[in-house]
T-cell receptor
């Protein structure tokens, strides 16, 4: 199993550009989520999904969109990139979220917005 | 989600010394998870605590969940250089899994 796969690993954008961070998991997990991690800080939840067709906002959703058309994929879209969105983004999945929600993380996508 | 606060933010120790990080909440937590993130890496799940007063051990690591389920701690006995990284606690509030700010552990050989 590949686990959680994120692409790209690195990306540089100009202010105002849009892009999509891809996330795929092959563990048949229902729960998927996106976090951002800024230097020296913890992980902040952007959006999450408890299953195909269902998404919800996390702690810092503004400026980001998500969709969940399949169990395997959970892309994160930046609509109009801003320098404040410079961060490392982690996708994570778990079997069910909730009380038994051990998260499996991807290796991260480092985004720089100029 | 419920907010969890971690202290300290940073800790330098000499190899062989013990280390403890604390996770605190103003409200009762349904459960606590602990993760470790090596420098440049991604968070990796260590353990989950669910019951009031629960204590679990993994080799040199001891995890505790407070009696009131409002705090938790991770204690490392006799640190090694391989323990270097940031330790995060996480709380499940419904389907929102939120994280504390982390404690960064640095170990001097």
């Amino acid at each position: 199993n590949a686990g959680v796969t994120q692409t790209p690993k690195f990306q540089v954008l100009k202010t105002g550009q849009s892009m999509t961070l891809q996330c795929a998991q092959d563990m048949n997990h229902e729960y998927m989520s996106w976090y951002r991690q800024d230097p020296g800080m913890g992980l902040r939840l952007i959006h999450y999904s408890v299953g195909a067709g269902i998404t919800d906002q996390g702690e810092v959703p503004n400026g980001y969109n998500v969709s969940r058309s399949t169990t395997e994929d959970f892309p994160l879209r930046l609509l109009s990139a801003a320098p404040s969105q410079t961060s490392v983004y982690f996708c994570a999945s778990s079997y069910s979220g909730g009380a038994d929600g051990e998260l499996f993380f991807g290796e991260g996508s480092r985004l720089t917005v100029l | 989600g419920q907010q969890v606060m971690q202290i300290p933010q940073y800790q330098h120790v000499q190899e062989g010394e013990d280390f403890t990080t604390y996770c605190n909440s103003s409200t009762t937590l349904s459960n606590i998870q602990w993760y470790k993130q090596r420098p440049g890496g991604h968070p990796v799940f260590l353990i989950q605590l669910v019951k009031s007063g629960e204590v679990k051990k993994q080799k040199r690591l001891t995890f505790q969940f407070g009696e009131a389920k409002k705090n938790s701690s991770l204690h490392i006995t006799a640190t090694q250089t391989t323990d270097v990284g940031t330790y995060f606690c996480s709380n499940n509030a419904g389907n929102m899994l939120t994280f504390g700010g982390g404690t960064r552990l640095m170990v001097k050989p």
